[in-house]
């Protein structure tokens, strides 16, 4: 068999983009992996060592805000992958200036960012406010008490993770050939016949891509934990954050930092296995 | 121009400028702008908004009339602003920082502040003994200068909280039970906040337990940093006491909150706010004369105004409006201080325990 031909001048125009990824990405990773070994306030020693993570896994308080992270991570993305799926699939039908329209409806969280979407909920969720306010004043429903709950932490990481799930999908499903679908009308298959041999299967590189992105950004979001998760509910960014902002403890932050990478990692690694085998070549 | 040179003139621009202010409220001195520190950039790292506002007004804009120095501003956080200067320590950004006193003893500790020499500030001897909370190592240096006093009180609302409150213990009654809201665990204030606690329960300065299991019983129903944290909720009336610092307090009565503030039997805990002159400026003349100017009885009496903050000029004539706001004089004694190298000292431990041992118990927002 012949072996492929490496095209070096096409080799080197991976060049930059791969030196600003080592650059820009890479070092601050060393720097940080290093510092996540050193002493602190919390562990006074004169020389390196595991210390730091030896007290974040072994903690019950730590090991509680890893669960949650993932928790909140994993559960966003099983909410927010079939709703995504759903919404791309109806957008597909939709053809013309109304496409146009939602998809710019649909991106303008993303537009607007995470910091506008969330004081968006924190005007939306309070017992008095324009929701639950007439409801409780008119005695249909107990305060609810959402505010400062894992609840309203995962509905605005739905909210803000479900465009990138959304577009993701709508164009891993326009890449489907129409063909196949005439071809299977042709042979007489049902609706139901058609998704399953045809729209999943080929759109799984699609499910795939936004898992790992939804997944992601539902793991390392600050911005909904800190302002609509309660104060005794951290994750690991607000715990990272509390260590680099109130306590200057940065070995600390640093550990927490490098574990949060690690779970991401495993869980992309774990998830893209387990797609790869369903994923036909 | 060399160093000596420009020391010189800017130590004969500030005396002027001293001479001119002596008295509050008389006509600025009309100097021209001096081409000293012309086309140098003054950065002033320092809180955002109404901090920033004043300190603009009633520093930076005689600064800039004496120097002909522009400034900036670098805004943000304390914690935000602390970690940059940690950061940028070979090469920092900024020339002087605003903060607690806490971040001053823990940045001159980390070497990312410097003292201050006491000749370069003219407007020294008026500032009141209590006021120098951080003390430098060397006798004929300071800190850095106080510019505020601030207090950690109890705050109710008079429409729905009939008795006020007269001690800390009023926190843990039932009847307010998640109906306040806390001062963040992971705020500056708690190091003394929690050795207070300690001591009403048996505890001490180095046994803080007693402290932390009381605390554990406490039904917070809300955490907060800054008052815009609670304020809706005690608009809303699902608040209705809270642990806040004064100057919060009168900024939310100004803006029409129904708020009142009672000083506990066990006395409020009073802090200090600073400035201090980052280590590797590259202005150290014009900073000791931000820090002069900060002093000054007219920068006093206006940041104080502006800030409702109690002012630190034993010298400055204080109206009487602001009299009834600030804890000048007397009123001090309802206040107890502590030792902020202490606070900064202990601080990444008591706040590691008030996280894993207190807040766990609290279901706050």
Redo the contacts between chains.
């Keep these: 068999m012949k072996k492929p031909r490496i095209d070096i001048a096409k080799s080197l125009l991976l060049l930059p983009s791969l030196l600003l990824v080592t650059v820009l990405l890479g070092l601050p990773l060393v720097v940080i992996f290093v510092a996540s070994f050193q002493p602190n306030a919390l562990f006074p020693a004169d020389r390196v060592g595991l210390f730091n993570y030896g007290y974040l896994v072994g903690s019950q308080y730590y090991l509680g805000i890893l669960v949650r992270t993932l928790r909140l991570a994993i559960v966003g993305a099983l909410i927010t992958v079939p709703l995504g799926y759903v919404t791309a699939m109806l957008l597909q039908r939709v053809s013309g200036r109304a496409a146009n329209l939602a998809i710019m409806g649909l991106t303008f969280p993303i537009l607007a960012g995470p910091l506008v979407v969330i004081l968006g909920w924190m005007a939306l969720l309070p017992n008095r406010g324009p929701i639950f306010g007439p409801l409780v004043d008119a005695g249909w429903i107990a305060p609810p008490d959402l505010l400062g709950t894992e609840v309203a932490v995962l509905a605005s990481l739905v909210q803000f993770m479900l465009p990138f799930a959304i577009l993701t999908l709508f164009t891993s499903l326009r890449q489907i050939p129409n063909d196949l679908y005439e071809a299977s009308r042709n042979l007489g298959a049902s609706a139901l016949q058609k998704f399953l041999h045809i729209t999943l299967p080929l759109s799984l590189p699609g499910v795939l891509s936004s898992t790992i992105i939804v997944f992601s950004l539902g793991a390392s979001s600050y911005i909904s934990p800190h302002y609509l998760g309660g104060a005794a509910d951290q994750t690991l960014t607000t715990l990272i954050a509390q260590f680099v902002l109130v306590t200057y403890n940065s070995p600390m932050a640093a550990a927490s930092a490098m574990l949060l990478i690690a779970i991401m990692v495993a869980v992309i690694f774990g998830v893209g296995t387990a797609f790869g085998r369903l994923i036909r070549p | 121009m060399s160093k000596f040179s420009r020391r010189s003139v800017i130590k004969g621009f500030a005396a002027t400028t001293a001479l001119a202010v002596t008295g509050v409220g008389a006509a600025r001195p009309t100097l021209a702008a001096p081409s000293v520190a012309k086309g140098t950039v003054f950065t002033v790292s320092t809180w955002g908004g109404t901090s920033q506002a004043a300190v603009k007004k009633w520093i930076g804009e005689e600064f800039e009339r004496a120097t002909g120095a522009t400034l900036a501003y670098d805004i943000g ?1 304390l ?2 602003r ?2 940059k200067l ?1 950061a940028q320590r070979a090469n920092p950004s900024a020339d002087v920082f605003f903060c607690s006193d806490e971040a001053l003893a ?1 940045g001159l500790a980390a070497g990312v502040l410097e003292p201050v020499r006491k000749k370069a500030l003219t407007n020294l001897p008026e500032v009141a003994d209590w006021a120098m909370s951080v003390k430098s190592s060397s006798a004929d240096t300071v800190a850095g200068v106080p510019y505020a006093m601030i207090a950690l009180l109890m705050a109710y609302n008079p429409e729905t909280v009939m008795t006020a409150p007269t001690s800390w213990n009023d926190l843990w009654n039932p009847e307010f039970a998640g109906k306040f809201s806390m001062i ?3 705020h500056s204030v708690m190091p003394p906040f929690l050795q207070v606690i300690s001591e009403m329960n048996g505890g001490s300065a180095t046994n803080i337990a007693p402290g932390l299991a009381k605390l554990a019983q406490l039904r917070p129903g ?2 907060h940093v800054v008052y815009p944290d609670w304020a ?2 005690l608009k ?3 608040v209705v006491m809270a642990t806040e610092l004064t100057s919060y307090l009168d900024v939310m009565r100004s803006q029409g909150y129904p708020i009142e503030y009672a000083v506990p039997k066990e006395k409020g805990i009073g802090l200090m706010n600073f400035v201090g002159v980052i280590k590797g400026t590259k202005n150290p003349d014009l900073a000791e004369y931000f820090l002069d100017l900060t002093i000054s009885q007219q920068s006093q009496l206006g940041l104080a105004s502006d800030l409702f903050i109690s002012p630190i000029n034993a010298k400055l004539d204080v109206p009487s409006d602001l009299q009834k706001k600030c804890f000048c004089g007397d009123r001090s004694a309802s206040l107890r201080f502590f030792d902020p190298a202490e606070s900064a000292k202990v ?3 008591w ?2 325990r008030l ?2 041992e207190v ?7």
């Design positions: 956080i914690g935000t602390y970690s940690i823990s963040s665990p992971a809300k955490l809706g909720l809303s009336g699902e601080r990444p431990m706040t590691e996280m894993t807040v766990p118990n609290w279901k706050t927002r």
